[in-house]
């Protein structure tokens, strides 16, 4: 695979003997409670208690002597945060700034842009619904089209992405949106292919990587994406709270914060766009300033540090992808060159009373298995009911055994 290497080339009894068959890190680490076997990362994970305690200790200098923390401590923490942050997902240090998560950047970029009367702005059936009721909430306002283009799903391969975004371009198009790893789906698009394809033809682009940094290898700069919003409290473990946005240096001038505040009319001798971004009023910055912790802790957790973590989550989720798959006697949906470290997998359609008790965007079954087998794991109605899948996340706190009973529970569940 392409973005693994390694670990994801072994086989996966090899990988399961020397890697997935424990948890790593405990239940005091991780926080978890004992008693739910946790398998939703992907919506909202665990900060480790390390992490936790680093920003608890931040919150005390804070409150201990607030003027001197807020007025000098305070930018050269955040300068800091940036570098390493940066180095992490390969930008430059000073086309990166911290906002709260990823649905806040996309908000960021697309309320800053200038949509006109006939603009065409691109997304994918796929698309996180956050991020797409902020473009259809700022396309409204400007007269502006949102063209939503259908990607097969399940697919046989990565290409069919690219050919439909692609096929969905026209000469009107101003923007394209799309996620790097999708929520509901768990792909991990080939933006490799799309971001360049698209700039040749002079169109901008938007990326929500909520779940990409700390999942899968990044490097910003060489991507090219235009705009890349990414959360560092999902697949980082960093504290809630903290995310990036990543804004090419020659479209920085147009991007301002949601909140304007002293940066604005600031008489410095310093980057407008850093200047805007790095104080928006008072606040507790701790979980921003606390992602270097997040990127210490968890690369120290194995030989190899985070690529290992990295390949490890990735064996996890095809294993327990795998697992799902013969248990409901169906064959993966997508190739394994499109998962990270999320799996979704389709479950039988939805009774009547299955879709009368969808609560939260959710299936009753996610519900059931909670209540009943103390098993944390998201059921979506997708793309409409009767039609649901269930997804899985692979993280360092979760092993296979765990998944071993998921596709037990669901082989029994549906009577396989």
Request: charged share 20%; aromatic share 8%; glycine share 6%.
């Amino acid at each position: 695979m392409k973005h693994f290497k390694g670990i994801a080339e072994m086989s996966v009894h090899q990988v399961a003997q020397q890697f997935l068959a424990r948890p790593i890190g405990d239940h005091d680490f991780w926080s978890l409670d004992p008693a739910v076997t946790f398998l939703n990362h992907g919506s909202f994970g665990s900060c480790p208690q390390p992490v936790r305690k680093f920003q608890r200790a931040l919150q005390d200098r804070l409150e201990r002597q607030p003027v001197r923390f807020l007025v000098d401590d305070f930018e050269p923490l955040w300068d800091d945060a940036r570098r390493q942050l940066a180095e992490f997902v390969g930008a430059d240090t000073d086309d990166l700034v911290f906002v709260p998560n990823a649905t806040t950047g996309v908000n960021t970029v697309l309320r800053s842009l200038e949509f006109q009367r006939g603009d065409e702005v691109l997304v994918t059936d796929h698309s996180y619904n956050a991020s797409r009721c902020a473009l259809d909430f700022v396309a409204a306002r400007a007269g502006a089209c949102v063209v939503m283009v259908k990607i097969p799903f399940p697919l046989a391969s990565s290409q069919q992405v690219v050919d439909a975004v692609l096929a969905g371009v026209t000469s009107r198009t101003r923007l394209v949106m799309l996620d790097h790893v999708t929520s509901s789906t768990g792909l991990v698009f080939p933006l490799e292919k799309i971001v360049p394809a698209l700039a040749a033809r002079g169109i901008e682009t938007l990326i929500d990587g909520a779940h990409a940094p700390g999942m899968i290898p990044l490097n910003l700069k060489k991507l090219g994406a235009t705009y890349y919003a990414g959360n560092c409290h999902k697949w980082l473990c960093s504290p809630k709270g903290a995310a990036l946005l990543y804004v090419q240096r020659d479209r920085q001038a147009q991007i301002r914060p949601l909140v304007i505040s002293h940066g604005a009319n600031s008489p410095r001798d310093h980057s407008r766009f850093l200047l805007e971004f790095s104080w928006i009023g008072t606040g507790d910055y701790s979980a921003w300033l606390s992602v270097p912790e997040s990127l210490r802790v968890i690369g120290e957790l194995l030989p190899g540090g985070w690529p290992a973590a990295m390949q490890r989550n990735h064996a996890l989720a095809l294993a327990a992808r795998n697992l799902l798959c013969d248990a409901l006697n169906i064959s993966p949906p997508c190739p394994d060159d499109m998962i990270g470290t999320l799996a979704a997998v389709p479950l039988p359609d939805m009774t009547a009373a299955d879709i009368a008790g969808i609560s939260n965007g959710l299936d009753p079954l996610r519900g059931k298995l909670l209540r009943e087998h103390g098993i944390e794991v998201p059921v979506f109605p997708w793309p409409t009911p009767p039609k649901r899948w269930l997804r899985v996340s692979a993280q360092l706190y979760n092993s296979l055994p765990q998944y071993e009973r998921l596709a037990a529970l669901l082989k029994l569940e549906f009577k396989l």
